[in-house]
């Protein structure tokens, strides 16, 4: 048994060992996020479902920075903002009101991850989105939702336009604000979020060189959209291929995520 199976194996009193294995992969990605550059000082804020039959679901304590959160840290909340675990911190409002309005409508969002990177919200201000200009940008932009920015999202009667505005969908820009992914696990939300911000930064560079890109044929483009628009593929590939190597650099870089 590895390190990491064995501390799946020491389970907290009262808490399912489903539950603390989210927990795990969900601090895990957090770490990550702070490794890549991609948080925002405490704010910005990645969710993922406490399995089971209520809508419960675990996000970052309020305060703390994303190389700090463990795995015993996550606040668990209910849809209505309760917070059913004890803690020091309270949870952003604003993130609370993003990721409560997918978790109510999607069975299938595992995890939900919202970021406010600098390239992310430039192409996310930007007129013209995310565009199909290279071979990262297709594996994301036959899956991609909009929604217009309401200010600071604090009303929550803003969440039934921004479930509307996803939809199906599993990746969204929210304009002129930030990046937003949902998985059916913490693995493939994470994944789908490295191309979506790849697409983006690929994107901002390729601006910087002029004005025009050099063309991709329409055919091409419909091309890869089959190929990459199979989510079971999609899922396998993110939790036996992808996820098991990220654990591992993540255990390199600091393995106390799964405190």
């Given at each position: 048994?590895?390190?990491?199976?064995?501390?799946?194996?020491?389970?907290?009193?009262?808490?399912?060992?489903a539950?603390?294995?989210?927990?795990?992969?969900?601090?895990?990605?957090?770490?990550?996020?702070?490794?890549?550059?991609?948080?925002?000082?405490?704010?910005?804020?990645?969710?993922?479902?406490?399995?089971?039959?209520?809508?419960?679901?675990?996000?970052?304590?309020?305060?703390l920075?994303?190389?700090?959160?463990?795995?015993?840290?996550?606040v668990?909340?209910?849809?209505?903002?309760?917070?059913?675990?004890?803690?020091?911190?309270?949870?952003?409002?604003?993130?609370?009101?993003?990721?409560?309005a997918?978790?109510?409508?999607?069975?299938?969002?595992?995890?939900?991850?919202?970021?406010?990177?600098?390239?992310?919200?430039?192409?996310?201000?930007?007129?013209?989105?995310?565009?199909?200009?290279?071979?990262?940008?297709?594996?994301?932009?036959?899956?991609?939702?909009?929604?217009?920015?309401?200010?600071?999202?604090?009303?929550?009667?803003?969440?039934?336009?921004?479930?509307?505005?996803?939809?199906?969908?599993?990746?969204?820009?929210?304009?002129?604000?930030?990046?937003?992914?949902?998985?059916?696990?913490?693995a493939?939300?994470?994944?789908?979020?490295?191309?979506?911000?790849?697409?983006?930064?690929?994107?901002?560079?390729?601006?910087?060189?002029?004005?025009?890109?050099?063309?991709?044929?329409?055919?091409?483009?419909?091309?890869?959209?089959?190929?990459?628009?199979?989510p079971?593929?999609?899922?396998?590939?993110?939790?036996?291929?992808?996820?098991?190597?990220?654990?591992?650099?993540?255990?390199?870089?600091?393995?106390?995520?799964?405190?």
């Amino acid at each position: 048994m590895s390190p990491a199976e064995a501390r799946l194996k020491e389970v907290p009193s009262g808490m399912t060992d489903a539950e603390w294995s989210q927990r795990i992969n969900l601090a895990a990605c957090y770490r990550l996020i702070a490794h890549y550059g991609w948080d925002d000082l405490v704010d910005t804020h990645i969710s993922a479902r406490v399995p089971g039959p209520d809508h419960h679901f675990l996000i970052n304590p309020y305060g703390l920075m994303f190389d700090e959160i463990t795995a015993s840290s996550l606040v668990k909340v209910d849809l209505d903002g309760n917070l059913l675990t004890k803690s020091h911190y309270s949870i952003n409002p604003a993130g609370f009101t993003i990721h409560s309005a997918i978790h109510e409508v999607r069975e299938d969002a595992g995890c939900v991850l919202h970021l406010h990177t600098p390239d992310g919200t430039a192409v996310a201000s930007c007129l013209e989105g995310l565009l199909p200009l290279n071979q990262t940008a297709q594996f994301v932009t036959h899956d991609l939702a909009y929604h217009d920015y309401e200010g600071v999202a604090l009303d929550h009667d803003e969440r039934p336009r921004l479930q509307k505005d996803l939809g199906k969908k599993n990746h969204m820009l929210l304009r002129n604000h930030g990046t937003l992914t949902v998985g059916r696990s913490v693995a493939s939300a994470f994944e789908r979020m490295f191309h979506l911000e790849r697409a983006c930064t690929m994107q901002v560079r390729t601006r910087m060189l002029g004005p025009m890109a050099y063309p991709i044929d329409q055919a091409v483009i419909e091309k890869n959209e089959n190929v990459f628009s199979n989510p079971d593929r999609a899922e396998l590939r993110s939790t036996t291929l992808v996820w098991p190597a990220l654990l591992r650099k993540v255990d390199r870089l600091d393995p106390s995520y799964k405190n």
